[in-house]
């Protein structure tokens, strides 16, 4: 495999003998999708390097795509979005790294999942500290009014956003918020420092799902896809014309509010403001 290196981080060429198809976008591609494993390099038999090095050599036969490694440095390629991304991870210990994939469509989404799950079980672990990233947004950014809170209702409702245990500092469900049974819950919210939702607004057509992850996330590929396209159609129904039930959903939420102490009511739109649903 052929490189280059700048600075900290090497760029590996592509491979244009990869058995894979390509799963770039096309112009017909409404949506855009990425995704990033976060988990633990197992070094009690090999070194660290040594390990990135094999998994390198796995993950080229994975993608037709370039690959940027640093294991020091966040790349800072220009184009790193269009490349598959082996790189630190500031939220995770010694060991821990992020492997991010390219911009691709839905189906390379699931190919990654795949496919990296297994090099995550051969070359790591999982804990409750690492998790698995979805991103989705609209191609086209023009004119796009992405209804934040309708996709998070919507999740909630189908409870994809409790489906897996919160991780205290790295992902909470903000609806959590408002079905806990005591003030300490919430208030062991509220005081955790650099709290992270499990849903985010990035951009005003690009939201961010951080809710699946924890020990051994890896192993359970299939719930892992499944999710994924319950994502992928509940971003797809946010984008289309409220319906009655969809009326009914806010009312209901609404009236759900409406019951809460002021306590939590204020905590709940913090959360809000925090992750960027609202503003």
């Known amino acids: 495999?052929?490189?280059?290196?700048?600075?900290?981080?090497?760029?590996?060429?592509?491979?244009?003998?990869?058995?894979?198809?390509?799963?770039?976008?096309?112009?017909?591609?409404?949506?855009?999708?990425?995704?990033?494993?976060?988990?633990?390099?197992?070094?009690?038999?090999?070194?660290?390097n040594e390990v990135i090095d094999e998994i390198i050599k796995e993950v080229y036969e994975l993608t037709d795509v370039?690959?940027?490694?640093?294991?020091?440095?966040?790349?800072?390629?220009?184009?790193?979005?269009?490349?598959?991304?082996?790189?630190?991870?500031?939220?995770?210990e010694d060991n821990g790294i992020e492997m991010s994939v390219p911009i691709t469509t839905a189906?390379?989404?699931?190919?990654?999942?795949?496919?990296?799950?297994?090099?995550?079980?051969?070359?790591?672990?999982t804990n409750e500290e690492t998790?698995?990233?979805?991103?989705?947004?609209?191609?086209?950014?023009?004119?796009?009014?992405?209804n934040f809170y309708k996709f998070m209702l919507l999740c909630d409702k189908a409870k994809l956003l409790s489906s897996w245990e919160p991780r205290i500092g790295y992902s909470q469900n903000v609806m959590g918020i408002l079905s806990s049974n005591t003030k300490q819950a919430s208030r062991q919210i509220k005081t955790k420092k650099g709290t992270i939702w499990n849903i985010e607004k990035i951009e005003p057509n690009h939201v961010e799902i951080k809710a699946i992850g924890g020990e051994n996330y890896h192993t359970k590929k299939d719930l892992m896809i499944n999710?994924?396209?319950?994502?992928?159609?509940?971003?797809d129904e946010t984008l289309q014309k409220d319906n009655d039930e969809h009326k009914q959903m806010y009312r209901d939420h609404k009236q759900q509010i409406q019951m809460l102490s002021k306590e939590i009511s204020v905590e709940f739109v913090s959360a809000l403001n925090e992750a960027g649903i609202i503003e």
Do not use: W
């Open 107 to 125: 189906s390379g989404i699931e190919h990654y999942i795949q496919t990296i799950c297994p090099i995550i079980s051969k070359y790591g672990y």
């Open 227 to 235: 999710e994924f396209r319950e994502y992928c159609n509940l971003f």
């Open 1 to 48: 495999m052929i490189y280059t290196t700048n600075e900290t981080t090497k760029r590996y060429e592509a491979n244009s003998n990869c058995s894979y198809p390509s799963y770039a976008l096309n112009q017909a591609d409404k949506y855009q999708y990425g995704c990033e494993f976060e988990f633990y390099i197992d070094t009690t038999e090999h070194s660290f």
């Open 131 to 146: 998790g698995f990233h979805i991103h989705i947004s609209t191609v086209n950014s023009d004119g796009v009014n992405f």
């Open 66 to 92: 370039e690959i940027l490694v640093d294991t020091i440095n966040l790349p800072t390629d220009k184009d790193k979005n269009n490349c598959l991304q082996i790189k630190p991870d500031i939220s995770l």
